[in-house]
């Protein structure tokens, strides 16, 4: 006898959280219970045959209702439930994600001879997600980035990228970023509103975000993926080394472009 549910998100992660009310024809509550902490809803109140209505709530996420049906056996067998995060975007379960270097990428393009492009990427970097389990637009990231470890692909590049005229990775050994809240854009990307420091200059910096869902990982863990990308003016952070070469053209470009390639793991640990 009684009330059953599973109540789950679109990626398949427990809301545990969730409140499941049923009303009947007249719209008298008759039932409300509290989902557990995997999503599972039961209570044993013995519910008369007849139609009923199942409205499930939870905070952040739009509600659902549907038509349950109980037969003479007195159970109203919901099955599983679906919610949309509020508004429809979406992001990883609630808690704490750790950023993992391995599988991630800082990397950032700069225009070179007005022709042409050249990548690099940073190869020590650490990070933190922070899923807010109610407003997700209270979601947080912070990061911090080791400067030296800028690679171009040409240790002579290098080697002048890490010196006074650019990173100056001896006076500035860190690039950090902290995020102070997210708009949402669409269904599955966000703008990320946050703080810069680079170069010993602090500036505000939007991160374009796209979320792109979850999975198991090898190593028993769980992980979420995500892209983003900035724009940045090398001026903005005291950055304006440049050579003008024939037709006044820059050598180096005024903008870089910031890509950002992360998998995050859920929890603290990280694979070894």
């Known amino acids: 006898m009684g009330l059953t549910a599973r109540i789950r998100t679109r990626d398949g992660w427990a809301v545990s959280h969730a409140v499941v009310t049923v009303t009947d024809m007249t719209g008298a509550q008759v039932v409300r219970a509290e989902a557990d902490g995997e999503g599972a809803v039961r209570d044993a109140t013995a519910l008369a045959p007849g139609a009923y209505t199942v409205i499930v709530t939870a905070v952040g996420y739009a509600p659902r209702a549907s038509s349950a049906l109980v037969t003479a056996s007195g159970r109203a067998e919901v099955g599983t439930v679906v919610l949309a995060r509020q508004g429809g975007t979406e992001l990883p379960p609630p808690g704490s994600w750790a950023i993992d270097p391995a599988h991630s990428s800082v990397g950032a393009v700069a225009q070179h001879l007005g022709i042409s492009s050249v990548h690099g990427r940073f190869t020590a970097f650490t990070g933190r997600i922070e899923i807010a389990p109610q407003e997700v637009s209270a979601s947080r990231v912070a990061a911090v980035i080791t400067a030296a470890s800028i690679d171009t692909g040409n240790a002579t590049r290098d080697g002048h990228l890490k010196s006074a005229d650019f990173l100056d990775v001896e006076t500035y050994p860190e690039i950090r970023y902290r995020s102070s809240a997210l708009t949402p854009v669409g269904s599955d990307r966000w703008t990320v509103h946050g703080e810069l420091t680079l170069h010993g200059v602090v500036r505000p910096v939007d991160?374009?975000?796209?979320?792109?869902?979850?999975?198991?990982?090898?190593?028993?863990?769980?992980?979420?993926?995500?892209?983003?990308?900035?724009?940045?003016?090398?001026?903005?952070?005291?950055?304006?080394?440049?050579?003008?070469?024939?037709?006044?053209?820059?050598?180096?470009?005024?903008?870089?472009?910031?890509?950002?390639?992360?998998?995050?793991?859920?929890?603290?640990?990280?694979?070894?």
């Open 207 to 272: 991160l374009d975000l796209a979320y792109l869902g979850t999975g198991a990982d090898p190593w028993g863990g769980t992980r979420a993926a995500f892209r983003a990308t900035a724009e940045l003016r090398r001026e903005d952070f005291a950055m304006n080394y440049n050579q003008v070469i024939q037709a006044g053209i820059a050598a180096i470009g005024t903008t870089l472009k910031v890509e950002l390639d992360i998998q995050a793991v859920q929890g603290d640990a990280l694979p070894q």
